[in-house]
């Protein structure tokens, strides 16, 4: 018996919720240890929870994040009422997922990519710290983004 498609974009779209959850934690930890991105790559994709997500999505945003770090700072950086170099670690990380989400990945609608991130800052930022991530994304999208 076949799958309705639906039930395969469900499980696409939780796929890639992890996957930028699990990018996010590689983030944070790439700011903290100062770590090659790759070998915080390959450590995570020996996590028990690399199964669940979509592997291309987790590497392309970690790649994005590592290449494009600079020019994703200078986005986040206008938005922001501090350096960037301040911001704290989680937020930092979950926008630069965000940030390289929407400059990437125009099949992503801009809702659903900011979505996710105010998820993330809920789940694993500071209290209340959802709701500056919320703003700073509405921002950079209004730069990046023409579907708004």
Request: with cysteine.
């Amino acid at each position: 018996m076949n799958k309705p498609p639906h039930s395969d974009k469900r499980a696409l779209v939780r796929q890639r919720s992890r996957a930028r959850r699990l990018a996010m934690q590689g983030l944070y930890q790439w700011q903290l240890t100062g770590q090659d991105v790759r070998d915080i790559m390959s450590q995570l994709r020996e996590n028990d929870e690399y199964a669940s997500v979509d592997p291309d999505y987790f590497s392309m945003l970690m790649n994005t994040v590592a290449a494009e770090r600079d020019e994703l700072d200078r986005l986040i950086g206008g938005a922001v009422d501090r350096p960037v170099e301040q911001l704290d670690p989680v937020e930092r990380a979950i926008l630069w997922c965000a940030v390289a989400e929407l400059k990437t990945r125009l099949d992503v609608p801009t809702n659903v990519a900011i979505n996710e991130a105010v998820e993330l800052a809920k789940r694993f930022g500071a209290q209340d710290g959802y709701k500056y991530v919320n703003a700073v994304l509405d921002a950079v999208a209004d730069g990046v983004r023409q579907d708004r």
